[in-house]
């Protein structure tokens, strides 16, 4: 009877600690799934994250030389340039001297000279418009309510290069050239290997023009800077999308990099995917480059107008506030073209897509002026240092200013010479990177609207 009770109890022990064992392993199976899981959704947001390009601050920007030289080079006086970032407006800024800084190496020395962004600025609110004449003319009035009423007075224009400048007016928006498509078509349509990718749509039977153009709105939902081509039957030349016609071929253009942003992984995995949808609902073969491969280039290409992304700018100094109704004197009598009441461009209104010299006076401070050169949007032959300096003396001359650097100093001939010799190096650089400066490609890729 013992021996029975002591064989049920050591039973009954074997089989509870059994159960713990199985319950402690269940335990740490379960959570070393939910651990597992966690891990793989974590994995797999992050790559469905887009590469959103880090900008950085105003604080983080630090004088940089206007171009990479070479060791040969280096012992040269060298050009300070401040690299164009997200900055409020020049106008908005109070020119202030700069705090001493330390000694440099003797690699670097800066030049009397600045180069600062050069945004667009923000056009002032127009003032409202004064009564016609003719509505009061067609409105008689007794004796005694037109003496008791003040008489209206009249705007004053002021004509600036070959436009009249009214208080109500709205300024001149700066905006590129609108180029017309021929009505002939083209024999091929238009693509920059360097700067763009293309997504090709071939299919074997004829399409109509309504399908292409109702794929073509579903590609430009996508807010991607596209260009979308068609391919006729008939002639074999390449049209924009119409509802007329049938077309055998679609091209979808898409631009890399700009200095403002570029296509990110995101970006670039949906223009692949929308090129494939097209293709299966067309019943067409569909092509693109791969996902990564754009990203890739975009990324390169970015980094590319990042470094060759500068402005040279001069300071024009004044001894007591200058009105501007004389700055605008004085920039008409100079060339330039007026685009609101504190922001010039050099040319007349047909030249403005084409401008690269820019003046600016200071909101608050009206001693101060900008004169800015835009230099990867200048053609080296136009000689454009030469023409920023003359028209920085003509404006001093007139107006009684001196042209300054960020020191506040005087800039002096040998200053002059180092600044077209960096020039010539930038513009030098330029063209190695096959970004010819004032090209149409410079145009696209350094665009400021």
Sequence with gaps: MNEMVLFLVIGAAIILVALFLWSRMEQKKAQNSRVGLAQESKKMYEKMRPTVPVRPSASEESQVSIVNESPAAQAAPRIVVVASQNQPSPELQKPVAPKPEPEKPLETMEVPFELAPDLPQEPAKPAAKPAKAAESAAKPEPAAEKASKPATEEPNPSVVGDHTYLPGDKPIEESAPVKLFPKEGLINFEADELTETVGMIQSVRPISGEKMLGIASNLKKLNLPIRIYVRRVDNNRWYLPVAEGRYTEMAVVLLLATRQ????????????????????????????????????????????????????????????????????????????????????????????????????????????????????????????????????NDLCARLNLQMQDANDSPINTEAAQAINKQLELYYHQMVLAEIQPGSARARILFTRD
């Design 261 to 392: 942003s570029y296509i990110s992984e995101m970006d670039a995995s949906r223009f692949c995917v929308a090129i494939q949808q097209a293709g299966i609902s067309l019943d067409a073969d569909n092509d693109t480059e791969a996902a990564p491969d754009i990203v890739r280039r975009a990324k390169h290409l970015h980094e590319t107008i990042k470094s060759f992304d500068i402005q040279l700018s001069f300071v024009l100094a004044a001894r007591e506030p200058v009105p501007p109704a004389e700055v605008a004197e004085a920039a008409r009598l100079a060339g330039f073209t007026q685009l609101n009441p504190m922001r010039y461009f050099l040319g007349t209104v047909q030249d403005i897509s084409e401008a690269t010299i820019f003046l600016t006076q200071d909101q608050f401070d009206r001693r101060y002026l900008t004169l800015s050169l835009d230099a990867p949007l200048a053609r080296p032959n136009s000689r454009p240092l030469h023409k920023l300096f003359s028209v920085s």
